[in-house]
């Protein structure tokens, strides 16, 4: 029979280091349904009928974000047969704040008390006895990096599940709250469960909206239950949802001075405060931070990054395993298409992907160890500042750093974004920001126009920067992401070395997940573009073709009357663009095929004339850089937003979204720009644009109608 | 009346009441900002926002602007 235990506690409490210990390498990793969060489970080691349940880490079972929403309903709805509460010893106050609230959920709960060994090394006691008896549970100590205690904590868990061993909650509320709470539970004993008859009485004094909503009492035992709720405010003078967490910890504030003894007077340094006197100091942070970031990009994308994911595409697939295969087709006498789609079709297109991970395994690499030693806090501490300007929150600043190189990797280092709206808005924005692949087409453009300026890149970076901020303004206008802004309450924890098991598994879980999801969608479709570039109907007949006459350059002329606006209304620049929906080199290897001149690396101004074919002015070739920039990103990033996003509705806004965006900002630059150039003539198009423009700086600037309800409340709150 | 937005760094201070509502009071309640803290100033940021509390045993991060929501002795 199969017992489930559920991992509860405090971010940064070590949680993971358990997890991995308890269960090895036999993890499965994904997403609750429905949501950005992440949802871990696995099976403990030694003893195969045992599932643990890793739960979001979380500082409470408030009903405000996603991550305590998720766990309540877990614990509530799904009920484990015990719960492994994991309590940072060397911050036991706060820790415990959570645990009072666990204890009241009618289930088994043993608490590991982890960090032992930092709490030895500081001088501190802790009295496990004493402190067991007044929670009234079984307490573990533990030091889940030591590998300390954990066959102990294995023992209690399951005899806890086996037997149900649940005791008499502590006290926790005091005098009249206990009245009220108590009259409560009266009140709705035959409305809920016994089991969870005191955690409901308890979120419904707190008001709690969740559970309210969920339980849908009628409105006379809502009044009923209001009415013991409003005495007990007025007795306490103060709302009832603060009244239960002053009590709380002033329970644990109690139960710390009889069983915890401190050597260092409170507000000392301790050797985290120390660094950071140096990492957070006023001068220092931003010049430290700057030099690890290039640090972390400079390998992980530009030297090393570059040389392995170049190695995997030219030598490894180039050199070795294509003309391979290759040869043993021929030599089989495989039919030249079939040898074709194998080839340049499905193994090529396959070499995207697994050129992609080694740069993304050393990216994760660098920022896993930077996470798990709690440097990551300190960056969204000291860039917080800025992004909140946007309505997004200093956590975001990794994720668009990291677009610079690739817009995978980025995706992905979204889910450190605890709030999920600002994920949401983070992924979609972020591959604004020109990638690595990108660079190719501003070379070849920028050559083309202007005979190759050092500025053209740059000013697409920046260019990447406004947009990002400007779609983050209006996106938190609207109803889809506004609303109740996130607090930005962080902790920062105590720096300490990260383990190396625990980064590396990080690394593997997110590589591997990448290259079974982008591997199976990536691989369709290169071979559908495969075929739609190589396969035509020519002469009637159908059957492999020059480029001229695939089916790329039919599509590519069905739609360009889409793009006459842009300026670029030719079928070979259209269907340039859309090979870039796959990759977004393909852009200027298919401008090359398309005009005839073989494989093209950068450019040369003999190509001059074979793309003036393709842009009949200087500005339709800038209006189709902006376009092929700020597009939806390529097959790899759309996937991996597909899995992030955790939503349909919001994957395809997002698609939308992107898209929308660069077909009206190529409109504006080629329409209002090339009026000002006097290239372009005014007509119906300019109108378009102009309106455009307009509406953009309406929406850039029209009030926001969640933040002046919020200034509203500060106004009420400060009265 | 003076709130923690007041407060110097450096300063030693008792938390009186949380004012306001919702989520970012709650969150500041669940970190262990309640009624009768000892709250250490310990540093601002770079850039001026936000500011980091020693409480509880622990470094906190918070805006000025939510600092504002607490009132201290």
Known sequence: MEIKIALAGNPNCGKTTLFNDLTGSAQYVGNWPGVTVEKKDGRMKNHKDVVIQDLPGIYSLSPYTLEEVVTRNYL?????????????????????????????????????????????????SIDIKKLSNQLGCKIVPISALKSEGGQELVAEAIDAAKNNRLAEPPHVFKGSVEHAIAHIEESIEHEVSRDNLRWYAVKLFERDEKVVEDLAFDDSLMRHIEMHIKDCEKEMDDDSESIITNQRYAYIQNV??????????????????????IVTNRILALPIFAVIMFLVYYISVTTLGTVVTDWTNDTLFGAW??????????AIGASGWLISLIVNGIIGGLAAPIGFAPQMALVFFFLSILEDC?????????MDRIFRRFGLSGKSFIPFLISSGCGVPAIMASRTIENEKDRRMTMITTTFIPCGAKLPVIAVIAGFIMGGAWWAAPMMYFAGIILVIISCIILKKTRMFAGKPAPFVMELPQYHIPSGRGVLIHVWERVWAFLKKAGTILFL?????????????????FGLVDSENCFLSDIGNAIAWIFV?????????????LSGFVAKEGIVSTMGVLAGLGDVGGYTSSMHNAFAAFFPTSIAAVSFLFFN?????????????????????????????????SYCIALMVYQIGGLAIGTVAFGPATIVAFILLAGLIYLLFKPDRSKTAQLKVHEGAAA | M????????????????????????????????????????????????????????????????????????
């Not at chain 1, 955790?646 to 997002?654: I, L, Q």
């Not at chain 2, 407060?7 to 970190?31: N, Y």
């Open chain 1, 256 to 277: 710390v001075d009889l069983s915890v003894v401190r050597k260092k007077a409170r507000g000392a340094l301790s050797i985290s405060d120390k660094i950071d006197k």
């Open chain 1, 565 to 577: 606006p842009l300026g670029f209304g030719t079928w070979q620049a259209v269907a340039s663009s």
């Open chain 1, 629 to 661: 920039l700020f597009d939806s990103p390529c097959l790899a990033a759309i996937s991996t937003m597909a899995k992030e996003m955790g939503s349909r509705k919001f994957f395809w806004f997002a698609i939308l979204f992107q898209n929308v965006m």
């Open chain 1, 76 to 124: 509530v709805n799904e009920k484990p047969d015990a719960i492994i509460n994991i309590i940072d010893g060397t911050n036991i106050e706060r820790n415990l704040y959570l645990t009072t609230q666990i204890l009241e959920l009618n289930i088994p709960v043993v608490i590991a008390l982890n960090m032992m060994d930092l709490v030895r090394k500081n001088g501190d």
């Open chain 1, 374 to 382: 709690g440097y990551m806090a300190r960056v969204a501490f000291i």
């Open chain 1, 321 to 330: 395993i294509q003309p391979a295969v290759q040869h043993g087709l021929e």
């Open chain 1, 525 to 541: 479709c290169c071979v559908v573009m495969w075929f739609l570039g190589s396969f035509g109907i020519h002469n009637g007949a």
């Open chain 2, 2 to 73: 003076n709130t923690l937005k007041d407060a110097k760094v450096g300063e030693t201070v008792m938390i009186k009441k949380i004012t306001g509502s919702g989520p970012t009071k709650r969150r500041i309640m669940d970190m262990g900002m309640t009624k009768g803290a000892e709250v250490l100033i310990r540093k601002v940021a770079p850039l001026g926002d936000p500011i980091e509390l020693h409480v509880r045993g622990y470094e906190l991060s918070v805006r000025k602007a939510d600092a504002e929501l607490i009132e201290i002795e």
